[in-house]
């Protein structure tokens, strides 16, 4: 039998949890024998939550942490401090080795900032960037980078573009994969200083497939599989497509239920639209991984339930069993060849 | 009896020119005694539509313009060689004092170009903003700016918070209008180098009503009134909106045809749903006003139909009864002396 994929997961990170971050990890190895997960945070309270589920043996492990790092908590500083928080310990595990990823639905700053200080960048990897997958019409886009690192500069633009063609190949199964850099309209004289300076290099890097500039109208119709863009576009990207949907299908359900007509529409539609709108939910294609470090760090969002936890786990053993770092740091060996 | 407001209409800006210009221009007349429509462009072209309608005696004019600028002309160079165009010559009008306003839907570079260039900027405006009304749960909200000026600095982001509370203010009728700053999370250390610029400085113009850093997750729930943010930010995030809205619609109209029965529902839903989507559709709200110029120049959608032309030969009334200019200049006065 092959030796387990470890995860480390903060199971006192977000808003639901222990209880749903516990249920999530188990619902995760019962779905896979491929896995082992370590439950880190207060012992007490994770094992009251565990003992309502059958676990498979040897799947589940607690690793006992007495502090929990707040999300309104300078992040810097509670990396530093909080050296007993699950989100230090859960990084540790990583750094040591002892797992190959980290799971968190906590603090955003203090798992950005940790994931670099303490997981540490594959040597080269300039920038670690925020990497989650959009829905779109066709299926689903890598949106790079999304929160770690605003004021980028253009070498970084460029790396996060290899980079994610690397996930979105290997990870997602895209055959080669287009990347796109986001821009206020489609020709190459359009931009902010950053992209106008970017987009040259794109479009000399002969390891990617640049497709050119792509207008945010277009990213929700699959128009590329890489969205390269700085983080603070990139967050705003993420939050309008979160915003305008949920403001949407509010509208959408007010419709429904204004008149005696429209209910029984309504009623009549539920199964239909609710496939539609799965698609739509954020929560089924997992967390968003962090590139480019000694390991696997995974941000699910802070309002995680059970299923998203349990799919940022199961993503873990695609980024493993494909070796995604070593073919990153493949890629940074070339790149400072070049 | 009053003055006429004399607004210039590009009528060969857009994909629907000049038929659908033409109509917009005859129902706004038809719709408003107040104001004087010109259409400028090919005076045959221009005369053939007109001829289609029964139009107020007075209040359409035409003024011949032998040239068009298209979409992909590079604008600086358009706006110089083309003096016989519709939007150089409507422009003309305006920096005249001949007209009003100007509304086109043609070329956005040439109509931001031209705005500045030809029309002029207000003394004291340093950067004209431009400013789309966009719908949320609430109403709408003022995005400024969205287009007109990427890699502003710290002191044009705060004129545009004057300047949309003005435009709030006094054209939409907002008592003590929300601004807020686009930023990648509430609290106030957040940002990239020109938001934690920005933000002590609007926290200190005691001429605003500022609620501080905004998602951009809660502009659709209209959590502020006037939406500041940097161009190149403030086109994702229209962009966004347009591009989020009709993929959400696009799947719902296919979940709704997926059977028999999702059909009938689909068809008692109808009246209630077209109802509620059509807070959505942009159009109705007109274009998008170019902001601190010696006139107004408001940039409609290329692809604008009779509907978004007339609301925004409408929207002009206000804007020249509320004495919006004058106010702008009385605010960059107060700029200066202080």
Do not use: W
């Not at 300076?197 to 929700?220: N, Q, W």
């Not at 939050?239 to 009623?267: C, D, N, T, W």
């Amino acid at each position: 039998m092959n030796e387990l994929i470890k995860v480390a997961v903060d199971a006192m990170g977000g808003d639901n949890a222990p209880a749903e971050i516990v249920k999530g990890a188990v619902e995760a190895v019962q779905e896979s024998k491929k896995i082992k997960v370590f439950l880190v945070g207060r012992e007490e309270a994770v094992r009251v939550e565990l003992a309502k589920y059958t676990v498979p043996e040897g799947q589940i492990e607690i690793v006992n942490a007495t502090e929990v790092i707040e999300t309104a908590e300078p992040p810097v500083a509670a990396i530093r401090s909080k050296k007993d928080s699950s989100i230090v310990k859960g990084m540790k595990l990583v750094k040591e080795g002892a797992c190959d990823a980290f799971v968190s639905a906590g603090s955003s700053g203090a798992v950005l900032v940790g994931g670099q200080v303490l997981v540490g960048r594959i040597k080269g990897v300039e920038r670690p960037p925020l990497a989650p997958l959009i829905p779109t019409s066709k299926g689903v886009a890598l949106l790079i980078d999304c929160g770690a690192n605003v004021d980028a500069r253009a070498s970084h633009l460029l790396q996060f573009a290899r980079i994610g063609s690397i996930y979105m190949k290997h990870v997602m199964g895209v055959n080669d994969p287009r990347v796109g850099i986001v821009n206020i309209g489609a020709e190459e004289e359009k931009g902010n200083a950053l992209v106008k300076e970017t987009f040259p290099m794109l479009k000399a890097c002969d390891d990617i497939h640049f497709i050119g500039s792509v207008e945010a109208r277009d990213i929700p119709s699959g128009v590329a599989d890489v969205i390269v863009c700085e983080a603070f576009v990139g967050n705003v990207i993420l939050k309008m497509y979160e915003g305008v949907g949920s403001m949407m299908l509010h509208e959408v359900k007010q419709g429904m239920l204004s008149s005696l007509r429209s209910k029984i529409g309504a009623l009549l539609l539920k199964p239909a639209l609710k496939k539609t709108l799965k698609k739509f939910d954020l929560e089924q294609y997992g967390g968003a991984p962090l590139l480019g470090l000694n390991g696997l760090v995974v941000k699910t969002h802070g309002s995680s339930k059970a299923v998203e936890i349990k799919n940022s786990i199961l993503q873990c053993i695609a980024f493993q069993e494909q070796k995604i770092n070593e073919k990153i740091k493949e890629q940074t060996v070339r790149e400072e060849k070049a």
